[in-house]
DNA sequence: GGTGTTCTGTATCGACCGTTCCATTAGCTG
DNA sequence: CAGCTAATGGAACGGTCGATACAGAACACC
């Protein structure tokens, strides 16, 4: 009977409660990314998105609820770039400015890994849920990564017998890892090395002209 | 002269309080590798060794000392067991049973990535001591597999512009990241996928014959 | 404008964790 | 045996963290 009047757009969250469940959020997983989720207390996230416990537990329901929301606003975050970096890719040289651009972003954060990779390492073993969704992550990832290897086997660049599949799991196996040697020896390099390595193998065998 | 009598060489230690600390130690290192540092108390390796508060403090200053040793103490291990693996490659084929022993202790220990990377990913951007620690196992990890492929190379199964060193950071990268995703998604063939890929790295361009 | 819900401030609780202290036992040294 | 140091047992403390309770303020809607 009052499920219909007060409740706004389905979620029962006024303007105001979803601004500030959001900058909860936000703060969270900045801080969790920065210093990892198990060093990251409540009361961190309260003092950097200025707020206190009634709000915190008036949006999340525990921690763990918190991290949960977390891992999913990092996975859209991470998705939602890389739809943006791969969309277009159809040819070798687009995929090449791909590599370009992670090595790129991996020298801005420099010392740390990336987001995806960080919570999976921390909550694969702490919480099922989370790995469920991280692994679902990384699936869409590669998915993305398939589609633009197989445009660019649509457009004659790949050998006939690449598997876009392997290709796709391969770069992100040497991104991850690439990343995480990185972030340990403060040397960048470790990345390139791997990506480009992964890179060879795509362009492995490819017809010489098309580009 | 006088000093090792029973007391263990230089340290204050005798055969009984070295036997208790290489428990503590052992059950840190377990615990830590299976749940993670943060999630591991020290109440929980306590108990898991059978000892006190008292024993613990009484070889190791705090936590932080305790995390240090063992990560140390991961290190040595790897390397140990690389060092068996990595001695005597000094072939194509000796470096593919390397990638399938890597295989099939991944499988054994399902779920759970590696026991560096895993440290490597929590303690970065915690403990400058134990980054650095980790960034110099992960340099001689290299210069283990370096040296292999060098070997391989003067038994001339190498293409003659390989980079020994840029092939073993690929290596290195692929299995990191490969068993990052293995462990997200559960599923082994992520780092089977990933070490081919740096595996035909190494083998691309080398002298049919030779193997 | 009144009313009920959503939102926020504050005070606090209980559990756990890292750490310390003190007392006692075991074991080597001379 | 005497005497010293190492090794152990156990109780307890201070602090932090997650979580709760209860109040009042802000706001949407009729």
Same mark, same amino acid.
């Given at each position: /009977? ?43 996230? /309260? ?17 763990? !609820? ?20 791969? !969309? ?59 589609? !633009? ?16 599949? /392997? ?40 017809? !010489?002209?098309?580009?």
């Amino acid at each position: /009977m009052a499920a219909d009047r007060e409740t706004v757009r389905g979620t029962g969250l006024t303007k105001r409660g979803a601004v500030t469940r959001e900058r909860i959020l936000a703060a969270a997983a900045d801080l969790m990314y920065a210093q990892g989720v198990g060093k990251t207390s409540l009361g961190d996230v /309260m003092a950097a998105s200025g707020t206190g416990p009634s709000q915190m537990y008036h949006y999340f329901a525990d921690k763990d !609820a918190l991290v949960d929301e977390v891992v999913t606003t990092q996975i859209q975050r991470m998705l939602t770039s890389q739809r943006v970096l791969l !969309a277009r890719v159809d040819s070798l040289n687009g995929l090449q400015r791909w590599r370009d651009a992670e090595v790129v972003v991996a020298r801005t954060r420099r010392g740390q890994g990336c987001p995806l990779g960080s919570l999976a390492s921390e909550l694969s073993c702490q919480s099922e849920q989370a790995r469920a969704a991280l692994a679902a992550g990384f699936a869409t990832w590669q998915t993305l990564l398939v589609d !633009a290897l197989v445009r660019i086997r649509a457009a004659g660049a790949l050998a006939a017998d690449a598997d876009p599949s /392997m290709l796709a799991a391969g770069l992100l196996a040497a991104l991850e890892g690439g990343l995480l040697l990185a972030q340990i020896t403060r040397e960048p390099e470790w990345l390139e090395i791997a990506l480009d390595a992964a890179m060879a193998q795509v362009t492995a065998g490819a017809p !010489a002209v098309a580009q």
